[in-house]
């Protein structure tokens, strides 16, 4: 298995208070990904990374920024939580060999609930 | 843009069954296709690919052709089991950064 750790695996928060999602890897992967996993949406891109500070945003941008200073961490960021941004969100890493073909190994996910 | 259209569900089937879960899609250029599998409470992990036209890609008695005449990955497995209870998402991968588009996903529950 890939060495993806997302933390914290669960957390409970109040509208208006900021909240940081970690993903950290070992594998020295280049790509890393955010999504969320949303009933009837499947998985939407929220930003993704393909470098030390080099990041993208993706289909749900919104409200969420990231940063990565380091290889091996990629951190989501809602700066001011809402009650649409309860999710279950997902890290995905990949390499440049497996990124071209759009294989992605995924973390375990992080379950978010705004209140 | 990308999407991907998946049947919905859930489904439920009993053990030894027949499964097919229906995927198409729309995409510009040339997409490699997917089946991301996710067991209960876990990450997705990848089930299948195919990266070309009539392509097809199997793993775990699972299988899927790329038929781009019909724009269409369906997935098939002849016989499940209880253990392949999970939820099944079709993606497509298209464009310069390779992203994924995801289809919604199917629950499949197998009943012994």
């Known amino acids: 298995d890939a060495g993806i750790t997302q933390s914290p695996r669960h957390k409970v928060t109040e509208t208006g208070t900021p909240v940081t999602l970690r993903c950290h890897q070992t594998?020295?992967?280049?790509?890393m990904y955010w999504y969320r996993q949303d009933p009837g949406h499947g998985l939407r891109l929220i930003h993704y990374?393909?470098?030390?500070?080099?990041?993208d945003k993706g289909e749900v941008s919104d409200g969420y920024s990231v940063s990565r200073s380091k290889t091996e961490d990629f951190l989501l960021t809602l700066e001011s939580a809402t009650s649409s941004q309860t999710s279950v969100y997902f890290c995905?890493?990949?390499?440049?060999?497996?990124?071209?073909?759009?294989?992605?190994?995924f973390g375990e996910g992080s379950r978010l609930t705004v209140l | 843009g990308n999407s991907v259209t998946q049947m919905e569900g859930p489904v439920t089937l009993s053990e030894e069954a027949f499964l097919t879960i229906n995927c198409t899609y729309t995409?510009?250029?040339?997409?490699?296709l997917f089946w991301y599998v996710q067991y209960p409470g876990e990450g997705l992990q990848l089930l299948l690919k195919?990266?070309?036209?009539?392509d097809k890609g199997s793993n775990k008695g699972f299988e899927a052709t790329y038929r781009k005449e019909t724009t269409s990955f369906h997935l098939e497995k002849g016989s499940v089991q209880v253990s392949d209870s999970a939820v099944y998402f079709c993606?497509?991968?298209?464009?310069?950064?390779?992203?994924?588009?995801f289809g919604s996903g199917t629950q499949l529950t197998v009943l012994p």
């Open positions: 995905a890493i990949s390499d440049l060999a497996r990124v071209n073909t759009g294989e992605l190994f």
């Open positions: 594998e020295n992967h280049r790509y």
């Open positions: 990374s393909y470098g030390v500070k080099d990041t």
């Open positions: 995409a510009t250029g040339y997409p490699s």
């Open positions: 195919a990266t070309k036209a009539d």
């Open positions: 993606a497509l991968a298209s464009g310069s950064a390779r992203q994924l588009t």
